[in-house]
Nanobody
Framework: QTRLVESGGGLVQPGGSLRLSCAAS????????IGWFRQAPGKEREGISC????????DYADSVKGRFTISRDNAKNTVYLAMNGLKPEDTAIYYC???????????????????WGQGTQVTVSS
């Protein structure tokens, strides 16, 4: 059964760091693009980062570029999102998602992702 489980969220002060994990089961994560998305209260879900099948392809939303880093460990079947310099506006539920077969890394087209995790809450507050 295809499954994605996010973890690593929590409460952190502004300027702090977190590392989110997206653990995959039921499929080999290395054969698919994986995206990270977030949804803040009252806002639409937005794509913030993705990593392509080759691992060399990544993309970031302007709002997180330079602060967040996506990576994958195929041996652990896990994708990570390292988040530094966190701001209150980063507060949201963070989701990872698996791209459709053959789809590339894209943070703009959510319809290219057909399996989603349940999300992990990130709260940035003093």
């Amino acid at each position: 059964q295809t499954r994605l489980v996010e973890s690593g969220g929590g409460l952190v002060q502004p300027g702090g760091s977190l590392r989110l994990s997206c653990a995959a089961s039921g499929f080999a994560l290395g054969y698919y693009a994986i995206g990270w998305f977030r949804q803040a209260p009252g806002k639409e879900r937005e794509g913030i980062s993705c990593i392509g099948i080759s691992d060399g392809t990544t993309d970031y939303a302007d709002s997180v570029k330079g602060r967040f880093t996506i990576s994958r460990d195929n041996a652990k079947n896990t994708v990570y999102l390292a988040m530094n310099g966190l701001k209150p506006e980063d507060t949201a539920i963070y989701y990872c998602a698996r791209g459709r077969p053959g789809a590339g890394c894209s943070i703009k087209t959510q319809r290219e992702y057909n399996y989603w995790g349940q999300g992990t809450q990130v709260t940035v507050s003093s």
